[in-house]
């Protein structure tokens, strides 16, 4: 909505399209690589790692009813997870998931309106 509300031409454009196929592909790759892993396979950093991010994610958005969902903190949790992972120079800090919030609400809608249920 933005490209439309500033007169941006909002074509996708070929290498974008590529851009995410590839991180899409790499981030179905991880999930089972880094966050479906029995919890004696992760490091003690790993599993501390992922402690701060359960405690965190219920507190996300108090007031959002869709942050209470068990399926949308489950994504938050391997969305957070996975990254930190593979960016261990930020890694996670308390407070990424209320910076992620943002992001996700506009990836569920982009899906929601390309699935036609708008």
Same mark, same amino acid.
């Given at each position: 909505?933005?490209? $439309?509300?500033?007169?941006?031409?909002?074509?996708?454009?070929?290498?974008?399209?590529?851009?995410?196929?590839?991180?899409?592909?790499? +981030?179905?790759? @991880?999930? %089972? !690589?880094? &966050?479906? *892993?029995?919890?004696?396979?992760?490091?003690?950093?790993?599993?501390? =790692?992922?402690?701060?991010? $359960?405690?965190? *994610?219920?507190?996300? @958005? %108090?007031?959002?009813?869709? &942050?209470? !969902? /068990?399926?949308?903190?489950?994504?938050?949790?391997?969305?957070? +997870?996975?990254?930190?992972?593979?960016? %261990? /120079?930020?890694? +996670?800090? !308390?407070?990424?998931?209320?910076? @992620?919030?943002?992001? &996700?609400?506009?990836? =569920?809608?982009? @899906?929601?309106?390309?699935?036609?249920? /708008?």
């Amino acid at each position: 909505t933005c490209g $439309l509300t500033c007169g941006l031409n909002t074509t996708p454009w070929p290498p974008r399209e590529q851009t995410l196929s590839r991180k899409r592909r790499e +981030y179905a790759d @991880a999930v %089972p !690589q880094y &966050f479906d *892993v029995p919890s004696n396979s992760r490091t003690r950093n790993e599993q501390k =790692l992922l402690r701060q991010i $359960l405690v965190d *994610v219920p507190r996300t @958005a %108090p007031e959002v009813p869709l &942050f209470h !969902q /068990a399926v949308i903190q489950r994504c938050l949790e391997r969305l957070l +997870y996975i990254w930190a992972i593979r960016h %261990p /120079a930020s890694g +996670y800090v !308390q407070g990424m998931n209320d910076l @992620a919030t943002p992001l &996700f609400v506009v990836f =569920l809608s982009s @899906a929601f309106m390309e699935g036609g249920g /708008a």
